[in-house]
Nanobody, 119 residues
């Protein structure tokens, strides 16, 4: 599956932003989907994930209650709604797909979209 992330930008602390990831192929529903991020000088870290059916979601503690991940199977897309953004949310965000569980070793990645949160 090929992934194309979009929606990043420059926002102020407290603002909201919605990232989207478009997946190609007719097997979208066979993949768990997720979002990861990588800040400058840091390792890539897990942000959020959604199950193949969309009925289960998972979040990193740092974003729980602020971010919401969802998938639109009809449009082969996954979204990350980010509210109450903080300076520490600044990073390049990547979407990932995996037939089992998304992780940093998953093999399908989007190109990344930059989110910059300013004070």
């Amino acid at each position: 599956v090929q992934l194309q992330a979009s929606g990043g930008g420059l926002v102020q602390a407290g603002d909201s932003l919605r990232l989207s990831c478009a997946a190609s192929g007719r097997t979208f529903s066979s993949y768990a989907m997720g979002w990861f991020r990588q800040a400058p000088g840091k390792e890539r870290e897990f942000v959020a994930a959604v199950s193949k059916s969309g009925d289960r979601t998972f979040y990193a503690d740092s974003v729980k209650g602020r971010f919401t991940v969802s998938r639109d199977t009809a449009r082969n897309m996954v979204h990350l709604q980010m509210n109450s953004l903080k300076l520490e949310d600044t990073a390049v965000y990547y979407c990932a797909a995996d037939p089992v569980v998304v992780s940093t070793v998953s093999t399908s990645w989007g190109q990344g979209t930059l989110v910059t949160v300013s004070s």
